[in-house]
Antibody, heavy 121, light 108 residues
């Protein structure tokens, strides 16, 4: 059974860098069959795709966030991570990691439960 | 602003059929996927590649599309289908992904 689990600090101060990790179980990230995405949802609002990474290092990011986003993969721990710099209150959201299947039409077929990240001083 | 447009609120009587739509220029070139989200839970994929259901998704969920519009149809809506529904597809560049603003479905 494939599972994804996000982990993070919960609270970050404005202007700092948030760091989140997604631990994957049940499938190896380095199998290469999937891409691994980050998606967020501000409280009471819709979903926003942040970006994705492949174990090979290939990445694509939302143009609106690209200048502040970095993602990485740790195949030894079967994890992938997100860093978002210079955060503001607008970055307060539930952050989800999701498996992205690139067969035919791409889609997010498995999601973590999400972790709430609040930006506040 | 989202490149995919959804009606914010849709309602359906219990047991009836409802269609939730998603409009955007990128849908002329790329299939949509659909996600169901209930309060406090992560989104759940219900339709991918226009009209494919993941294992475990009831057969009353189906997808379709024509031109710049993708649709999610629930045939015989149940009380447990009350949720927010989001469409997703590539944007017009083809390199990034966008979500619709979401439709809140109420089952009366």
């Amino acid at each position: 059974q494939v599972q994804l689990q996000e982990s993070g600090p919960g609270l970050v101060k404005p202007s700092q860098t948030l760091s989140l990790t997604c631990t994957v179980s049940g499938v190896s990230i380095s199998s290469g069959d999937y891409y691994w995405s980050w998606i967020r949802q501000p409280p009471g609002k819709g979903l926003e795709w942040i970006g994705y990474i492949h174990y090979s290092g290939s990445t694509y990011y939302n143009p609106s966030l690209k200048s502040r986003v970095t993602t990485s993969v740790d195949t030894s721990k079967n994890q992938f991570s997100l860093k978002l710099s210079s955060v503001t209150a607008a970055d307060t959201a539930v952050y989800y990691c999701a498996r992205t299947t690139p067969h035919g039409s791409w889609y997010f077929d498995l999601w973590g439960r999400g972790t709430l990240l609040t930006v506040s001083s | 602003s989202s490149e995919l447009t959804q009606d914010p609120i849709v309602s359906v009587a219990l047991g009836q059929t409802v269609k939730i739509t998603c409009q955007g220029d990128s849908l002329r070139d790329y299939y949509a996927s659909w996600y169901q989200q209930k309060p406090g839970l992560a989104p759940l994929l219900v339709i991918y590649a226009k009209n494919n259901r993941p294992s475990g998704i009831p057969g009353r969920f189906s997808g379709s599309g024509s031109g710049n519009t993708a649709s999610l149809t629930i045939t015989g809506a149940q009380a447990e289908d009350e949720a927010d529904y989001f469409c997703n597809s590539r944007d017009t560049s083809g390199f990034h992904w966008v979500f619709g603003g979401g439709t809140r479905l109420t089952v009366l």
